[in-house]
Every structure is written in C-alpha cells, then in structure tokens.
C-alpha cells in the first residue's frame, strides 16, 4: 500500500532552517509528484509547493519563493523540503502529499512533521 | 488567484441527520479539479471526493459531492459518529497550483 513516512518533530530558533524529509513506498516513485501542505496551530490548509519526482521541477507558492526549496532522491524515493530563515509564525505540521489523478489531488499524505519554531 | 470560500463556518448536527456543505469560488473552477478532504483531531487529512463528484477509495457512499463552476456542495447523507470532523475543499489551478477553502467545521449538536 501507499505510504509517506515523514521524519520527526523539529525545534528552531528564529533565523535557522529546517530539512523536512518524506520517504516513499507502495508505488512507482518517479511516476507521480509530490506536494508539501501546511498547517498553523489551530488554522487551515496552507499549499507551499509541488515537486515532480522524476526530473524535480519545482512549483512554489509565491508567498514562500525564496525561502524554500523542494529536492527529491529517486535511489530512495525521498522528497525533501527545506524552509529557510525561519520566523514563529512558519510553526506548524508539514504534510507532504501525494499528487494523484491528473495532477489535480493529495491521494495519499504523509503523517505530518511538526516544526516549531521558538526563540 | 481562486479564492474559495466554505460555508458555514461551523455545522452543529445530530448523527443520523443530513450534512450540506457548501464550497465557493471566486473564479470558475473546472469540475475535474474540486477535491474535498476530511480531517480529524490530530490526523493528516483524508481523500473524500476528487473531480468534484467522485468517492476516493474506500469511501462510504453516504459521501458525496456535486456541482460546478463556482458553486460545489458536499453532502453526508446520514451521519454517522466518525462523521464529525473538519472539511476543506481544494482546487488545482494555474497559480497558485492550489488552493484550499478555509474548512468547515461539523460538531456534534
């Protein structure tokens, strides 16, 4: 079956940067993208970015270019997601998801990494 | 950029009952590119309804949704306990790629 494991809580303080990691099983790596979702405490739904996975082009949320970058390694199926210069107000769970259909869904998610970031 | 819009921001319902919610967009929005998602306390969100109509596997089909342009609804035609969650709905555009409506809250009355 399809699964996305994510690694682990994170703490930051203001200005650093986090590597958020998301290891693929259960299908065809290359043969779908992957987006990273967001959500503050308590808040919505926040799309940061989309990555293919077989050649890693990039679509960033505009709001966050600049800040992140989005990575994938097809010899372990992992996707990563990396949020740079860190403020409080980017504490939330990271959720990578699986882009399925014809681009257009999350079909699959991820657990969900917290990232906290405190001074 | 599309902007959707959930009403009501909160649903307060009995199990058994009829949930009706309601996703807006501000742009029209193509039908095979409405998604809706289910999350629990403390869970990832869950995969309901994609191409604004269509059960995502293992849905109950008391789930479903309907339809188009800038009006799409989500219904749950009788609620059952593990019902009672928050709903969002997504579309996927052009920028930003996607967008999610702020959710709906549907509690236990």
């Known amino acids: 079956q399809v699964q996305l494991v994510q690694s682990g809580a994170e703490v930051k303080k203001p200005g650093a940067s986090v590597k958020v990691s998301c290891k693929a099983s259960?299908?065809?790596?290359?043969?779908?993208?992957i987006s990273w979702v967001r959500q503050a405490p308590g808040q919505g739904l926040e799309w940061m970015g989309w990555?293919?996975?077989?050649?890693?082009?990039?679509n960033y949320a505009q709001k966050l270019q600049g800040r992140v970058t989005m990575t994938t390694d097809t010899s372990t199926s992992t996707v990563y997601m990396e949020l740079r210069s860190l403020r409080s107000d980017d504490t939330a769970v990271y959720y990578c998801a699986r882009v399925g259909g014809f681009g257009e869904r999350f079909d699959n998610w991820g657990q969900g990494t917290l990232v906290t970031v405190s001074s | 950029e599309v902007v959707l819009t959930q009403s009501p921001g909160t649903l307060s319902l009995s199990p058994g009952e009829r949930a009706t919610l309601s996703c807006r967009a501000s742009q029209t929005v193509g039908s095979s590119y409405l998604a809706w998602y289910q999350q629990k306390p403390g869970q990832a969100p869950r995969l309901l309804i994609f191409?604004?109509?269509s059960r995502a596997t293992g849905i109950p089909d008391r789930f479903s949704g309907s339809g188009s342009g800038t009006d799409f609804t989500l219904t749950i035609s009788r609620l059952e306990p593990e019902d009672f969650a928050v709903y969002y709905c997504?579309?996927?555009?052009?920028?930003?790629?996607?967008?999610f409506g702020q959710g709906t809250k549907l509690e236990i009355k």
């Open positions: 990555i293919r996975a077989y050649n890693g082009n990039t």
């Open positions: 259960g299908y065809t790596f290359t043969s779908y993208g």
């Open positions: 191409g604004a109509s």
């Open positions: 997504q579309q996927f555009g052009s920028s930003p790629m996607y967008t």
